[in-house]
Structures are given as C-alpha cells and as structure tokens.
C-alpha cells in the first residue's frame, strides 16, 4: 500500500490528537481525580499510536505506548496524577509533537526520547513495585487492551462455558494480513474454511459480513472452539498466503466474564459492536453523553490545502481588478444591457467574495490553544501561580491575519506574566488572591475583530516609565509633563524600552513590544493600552477582519488618484474656504461641534501643481484612528470601490503614509493612503 | 562544447545612458518593457518615478539617470524600463534604450576601472572591453540597496 497519499492525513491528525492531548492533560491537572479526562488522553495517544505504526513510524508509536502505558495506570489508579508525572507526560507530548512536525517536513520522525521514555519506565514501574497485587491486574488490563476486540453476549458465553466443559478449548485469534494483500474477502474464506475444519468460530470482529466486503484493514479477530492444540492452529492459519500473522491467546470462561464488565472504554475502541448485549447498549449510551469529538464529526467538512485557497483568492483578486474594468467602460459606454450584466455580474462577484472569504476564516482558537501549555510552563518558571481564561475561542479571523498575530501575542502574554502578574508574596500582601488572573478575549465587533489581554497585575507605573523614557532619550521632560496617560502607557511600545529592572529569559530584552506594535499596524491594525495601577493592564488590538480585499473611497487630487481605506472613513463633507480655523499655526474646521484638523494632501504628498487654485469649496474627508479624528483635503471624490490590496514591493518598504497599492479598472496604479500615519 | 561556452561568457543585456553603454546580466533581467504609465510615489527620493503596474504586480521604477546624478531627460520612443529581480526585490530601471544581447568572455572583463567618468565608481563591478566597445558593468546590488536607509 502506497503510503504516501495518507501522509498528510496523518500529519494532520496527528497534530490534532496531539492538541486534544494537550489541552487535556491541561485540564487534568485541574481535575486530577476526573478519570473522564484520561480516557480522552488514552484515545487520542491510542489512535496516534496505532496510526504512526501503520505509517512506520516506529518511534513514534513506541514513545506514544509508553506514554500510553502510562496513562493506563492512571486510568486504573494505579497511579495518583500528580504535577511530577504530568511534567514527563507533557515532555513525551513535546517530542511527539516534534516528532510529527519533523515528518511533516520531509524527515524519519525519529529523535532521541531515551531519557523521557526511561522516565515514563520509571512511573510506569515505580508505582506498580509498590502496589505488588496490582501488577497482575495490570499486566490483564493490558493483555485485555490488545486483544480485547472481542466481547460476547450471553448466549455465547454458554456455548463456550459448555464446550469447556466438554473438554474443548476457547482461542481467541488474530489475523493479520499483508498491507498490499489485494483480494482479502478471499484471504479470509481461506482462513474461515480452516477454522471451521478445526472446530467452530464462536464471533468474529469485524462481522462475518464486514469481512466478506472488506471492510476492514488488515487486521482480523475471531473466536475459535477446537479441541486441537493453539499451535497447530496458529501454524495451519500461517499457511494460508498472504496472512503475515496469526496470534492465538487461549481463554478461560472466567477471563471472558470478568472482561464483559471491564472498563467501558476499552470496548469504546473496538470499532465493531455487533453485539447486542445490554452492555454495549450502555456503552453507547456513554459515548453519547461524553463530550466527545464525535459531535464535531458531524459537521459536513473536507480538508482543502490552505495553498488552494490562496491560489483562489489570488485568482479571485484578478477578477475583482477585471470587474473594476468593466464597470468603467461599461459606464462610458452607456449601454443599458451591457450596464445590466456588469451590475449582475457585479452582485455574483460580490456573493464570491463573502464565501471565499469565509472559507478562508481560520478561528483563533488554532493561535490560541498553544496559550495554556505556554502559560503554565512559564508561569512555573517565574514561580507565580495564573490562570489563564481565554473567551471566545471561536470567533474567526482570516487566515493571512491569523500566521501573523501569533507572535504578538505571545510577546504580550509573556509581558503580562512577567511584568504584569505579581509574585505570589506580593499578591497576597496586597491584598489580592495569590493567583494571578489573565484573561484572554476575543470578539467581533463592526468589520474588526478585537483581542484583548488583561491581567490583574501591578499595572503599569507612569513615573517609572516616563522617568525610563526620558533618560532612553524617547520623550523630553517637557513633552513628559503634557502627556496623558494613555500616551504614557504607549511608550513602554517604543523601541528600546524595558522597564524590568532585570533583564529576564522570558521578556524584557527590549525587543518585544515596539515589534508586536509595528507587526499589529502592519495588519492594518491598533494597539491601545489601558492600565491602573495595582489594578492591572488591558492590552487591546484591533484587527481587521481580512487584509487582501478592502472598501476604499478613491479621491482624487489633480491628476492622481488615492484611495482611503472606509474603515478610516468617519464621513465627507464640502466646506466652505471661509469656515478654516486658525490655530496653532494648524488649520481647523468646526465639524459638528467638534475641532477637526486638516491635512491637505496635496501638500503631504507634494502634488505637482500647476496653478494655485482658490476654491470656495473644499472636499474634506474625516478620518479617525483611535478616538482622534483628521480632515483630509482633497480636490474630489471619485466614488467607492472594492480593491485588491497590494504591496508596494520590497524595494518600497516604508512609504510615509502609504500603506500600499492597488491596481484600478484602468490599469493604472492608484496609492492607499494610511490614515495611520497621518494623525498625530 | 556548448557548455564550456556557457561556463567563459556571460550572456548580459547591453543598455544605453547618455551614449553610454552598460550591461547587466541576463540573469538579473525579468523582461524589458516599453514606457507606460507611472504612478508618482510620494515622499520618496527623487530617482524613484513610482510604481508601475506589470501585468498585476505592482512594481517600483527608479529612472537610472537620476540615480546617477546625471542630468535628467524626457522620456522618448527609444527609452526602455528593464525589469530586474535581485533576490526578492523586483525594480524597474529607465534607461535610455537597451538593444543588445551579448556574450562577453569572463576574460574581457577587468575588475576596477581607473575612470569611469561621471558616474560614481561604487556602482560599477568592471569593465568590458570587446573589439572597440567600452561596456560598464553594473553592480545592481549597489544600485539598489542604499534606498532602504534614505526612506
């Protein structure tokens, strides 16, 4: 069997299961004695184990079964979960996880893991050296979680008691075939024809059925009544071709019995129930009231290559500067039919773009969700006890936003636990629970998603850092004097800043912030800071909900023509020439009892005049950023279009207020204005 | 034989500024494009025309003979944008005409030239002599790279 198509597959739940190991392990060490949560954890390591072996990933199936091993015996209580065994775990997860990432980059999978598998060993043995009796019911739980695919009714159960009573042996057998074995059905007639010769098949798992449609993988289970000895059975079944092979356990009445009552979750993993004893019905009934991921399954989902939907969008881009083009000759050409289908087609196109851009909505839980383990991790390195609270997981952002805020965050995070979350000592003395809170928000609001960090820490002190800020040389004493507060707590975001008197692993190399403010306004988005002191801080970052397609506003300004993003946009007014304020050596326009700067843009930009020009009337669009708000003064307004964001390329890095480019129905290239950088 | 050939020339396209003749690797050169409209970058140095869009792209063009400090001149029917691609930067150059492909043996190619005129010795990586052809290489890395620290 070609291995390869499944690669990705696997790669792909891998890295799910690995993450559902992770966040359970995360909420098993808040719920140590819910055996719930280690059930999940012993499925998905299962489920990894049994795929990696199928894909040959020796070491990664052996470090997963010992991690499962494990896992078993906390399951069986034979261990008490504690933080020590929680920490190996944890590290057994971070080499699969490497592991898996290694493959995923064209490597074996293969890793030195000697020293967490001896440890895993040593859990594992340690516990059971003490619990002496318990090592015998281990060694059966295991026996029974590798060949317990087969459980029996009633009915059965008589059979085989009676046969044992006359002397006949119970077999339960497994039967392996060869990966690239092309005609199974028949394998197993062959193999079924033997069995029966050499007594009776009591079950089977896959059903009879199952097996004679193939429906299954390479593997068989069957349960034989025979008087003839295990090894000729499992010698005679070895001859059958193609079967590599055949393991036969022989089984008391006792054994079957007490296995009918085991543990639920063992019969979870069979995959086949084809009984119907009241047992199994119970069993379902369990796995329909855990939460389990098996509700997700239920949604109607296929994978897609994230580089097909880019080459979507990308195609779809093209089609929007197309339609742009379209739209500007039709409208010159004034033909009604013609208007017709460019307005049709322009209604389509429009409904395109909604699908394909929700297509590619990610939700941030796939950035938030490697927060927990982070958090825990370092909030045992700093020695302070947090809590992490994330709200609104689910709430979706697009793609290309997503691979980008990772970083900032977790700047911020780690700036919050460091520099925001006090010692526990000193929480306590001021009066504060020990435990450090940090909330992780998110949400949608308008055509912007919002992401708040906020921690209950010591907030952020305004004289140490306007003091800091001075002798770095960012502000002079003077301008310290008349700044707010917030404009204060945006200084810590500057570059070369770090107000931690000592420099620590975790932050405080100056290099964090003023990268997760540049990285956070490149999306297109802010970054605000509230914070009282002793209280706490609340970092918030507006985003935008996608970057590549935005509603501009074209103006135009002599012969050139820009555009100004309408997120900007507050509203456009005419004004009167008469109705400019002088103040401060700064125009300004009363706009709705409000004082609006103006910016003229010809004048930012340098436009090439020819005459100077006294109109009576000013076009004046009013943007805002934050809650400050600017008049830019243009010579008129073009109209509002959708386009296609583009960048100016890389030898243009950083134009002063232009954040881009993009192409307009004529072909030619018209500049994005960044409002942004125009508002002081 | 043909590849020994490939291993002593080096295949450049020749280009022309004030009667003068440079050359860049074809390597480097994307395509060449007749003059079309450009979009004026504002708050840029002043060699920097302004972008272009190129079947899509969006790509800035920098006229060659203000990069040089030569003196300036209308663009005309011969003038030419030479798209070049240098590691990920894609620019555009305006030159005066680009006409030539050639072959110039490695050997032909001396490394320091002793005067090159007007034109500021840091962006010339050597000089070609073939039959009575003068050819200037250019050293685009040079060329382009100063523009990050001006903006």
Redesign the interface.
């Known amino acids: 069997m070609e291995m390869s198509q499944y690669l990705e597959m696997f790669i792909e739940e891998s890295k799910e299961h690995l993450q559902a190991c992770n966040e359970n392990l995360l909420e098993l060490e808040k719920n140590p004695s819910d055996l719930r949560i280690v059930n999940e954890i012993f499925r998905s390591a299962h489920t990894l184990k049994g795929m990696s072996a199928t894909m040959g990933y020796e070491d990664t199936a052996d470090l997963t079964h010992k991690m499962e091993n494990v896992l078993d015996a906390i399951r069986n209580e034979k261990i008490v979960v504690s933080t020590a065994i929680l920490d190996v775990v944890f590290t057994a997860v971070d080499h699969l996880e490497a592991m898996v990432m290694d493959i995923a980059s064209g490597g074996t999978g293969k890793r030195d893991v000697s020293a967490t598998v001896k440890d895993l060993n040593a859990i594992e043995k340690g516990e059971l050296a003490v619990v002496d009796t318990a090592e015998i019911a281990a060694t059966i739980v295991e026996k029974t979680n590798q060949h317990s695919f087969l459980t029996y009714d009633e009915f059965e159960l008589t059979v085989i008691s009676q046969s044992h009573e006359q002397g006949f042996n119970t077999y339960e057998i497994s039967v392996s075939l060869r990966e690239d074995c092309l005609l199974k059905a028949a394998r197993v007639f062959m193999v079924f024809e033997l069995l029966e010769k050499m007594g009776d098949v009591i079950k089977s798992s896959p059903s009879v059925d199952q097996l004679e449609s193939e429906q299954f993988d390479t593997q068989f289970h069957v349960s034989l009544v025979t008087n003839e000895p295990a090894d000729d059975v499992q010698k005679k079944l070895m001859k059958v071709s193609e079967v590599v092979e055949v393991v036969v356990h022989s089984v008391t009445i006792e054994q079957l019995q007490s296995r009918n009552n085991a543990s639920p979750v063992v019969e979870n993993e069979n995959q086949s129930q084809s009984t119907s004893s009241s047992n199994n019905v119970a069993v379902a009934q369990n796995a329909t009231n855990a939460p389990t991921k098996g509700v997700q399954a239920g949604n109607k989902t296929i994978r897609v290559n994230i580089e097909r939907l880019d080459i979507l969008m990308n195609l779809f881009e ?1 089609l929007v ?1 197309d339609r742009g083009r379209l739209q500007s000759i039709s409208s010159e050409l004034n033909h009604s039919e013609l208007d017709e289908t460019v307005e049709r087609m322009t209604r389509i196109s429009g409904d395109l773009q909604t699908i394909i851009l929700t297509m590619r909505m990610v939700q941030v839980e796939t950035v938030f969700n490697r927060f927990p383990k982070m958090v825990r991790q370092l909030a045992r390195d700093l020695n302070k006890k947090i809590n992490l609270e994330i709200i609104g997981a689910e709430t979706e952002l697009d793609r290309t936003v997503i691979d980008e805020i990772g970083d900032p965050l977790v700047h911020l995070i780690r700036n919050a636990l460091d520099h925001g979350v006090e010692r526990p000592e000193i929480r306590v003395a001021n009066g504060k629970p020990e435990e450090g809170t940090v909330v992780l928000r998110a949400y949608h609001s308008g055509n912007h998603v919002f992401i708040e960090l906020e921690d209950d820490g010591a907030g952020i002190n305004r004289d140490k850092v306007l003091n800091k800020a001075i002798s770095k040389g960012i502000v002079t004493s003077e301008m310290a004097a008349t700044m707010t507060d917030k404009q204060v707590f945006e200084l810590i975001m500057a570059s070369g800043f770090s107000t931690a008197d000592t420099i620590s692993d975790v932050s405080g190399r100056g290099v964090g912030l003023d990268v997760v403010k540049s990285t956070i306004e490149s999306l297109g988005g802010f970054i605000t800071i509230d914070s009282t002191e002793g209280k706490g801080s609340l970092f918030s970052i507006q985003l935008p909900l996608t970057l590549s397609i935005i509603s501009v506003m074209l103006v135009e300004i002599e012969e ?1 023509m820009f555009a100004i993003p309408l997120s900007s946009i507050i509203e456009t007014a005419i004004i009167r020439s008469t109705d400019i304020l002088n103040a401060h050596n700064q125009k300004v326009i009363d706009f709705r009892g409000k004082v609006v700067p103006l910016v003229f843009l010809d004048d ?4 090439p005049r020819d005459e100077q020009s006294d109109e009576e009337f000013l076009s004046v669009v009013i943007v805002r950023k934050g809650d400050k708000m600017a008049g830019l003064v243009v010579d008129s307004f073009v109209g509002q279009q959708e386009i296609v964001l ?13 954040s881009g ?1 993009t ?1 307009l129905g004529n ?5 994005i204005v960044d409002c942004n950088a125009l508002i002081k | 034989m043909t590849e020994l050939k490939a291993m002593d020339d080096l295949k450049v396209i020749v280009f022309e500024l004030m009667n003068k003749e440079y050359v860049i690797p074809v390597s480097q050169v994307q395509s060449i494009e007749k003059m079309m409209h450009i979009t004026r970058v504002p708050r840029t140095p002043s060699f920097v025309k302004g972008v272009i869009n190129l079947r899509g792209v969006v790509t800035p063009i920098i006229d060659l003979r203000e990069r040089f400090n030569l003196q300036a001149s209308e663009a005309n029917e011969q003038s030419r944008m030479i798209m070049i691609k240098l590691e990920d930067m894609e620019v555009g150059l305006i030159v005066d005409a680009a006409n030539d492909v050639l072959d110039i043996p490695l050997s032909a190619i001396e490394p320091q030239p002793e005067v090159v005129g007007s034109i500021e010795s840091e962006f010339i990586g050597g000089v070609a002599k073939l039959e009575r052809r003068l050819l200037v290489m250019l050293q685009l890395e040079k060329v382009l790279n100063p523009i990050k620290q001006v903006i």
Not at chain 1, 604 to 607: N, R
Not at chain 1, 646 to 658: D, H, Q, R, T
């Open positions: 093209e500067i050139e930012v930009f340098s436009v583009k960048s100016l390329g890389n030898y243009l890095s950083s134009v002063f207020a232009i480019a192409i072909g030619k290239v018209a500049l």
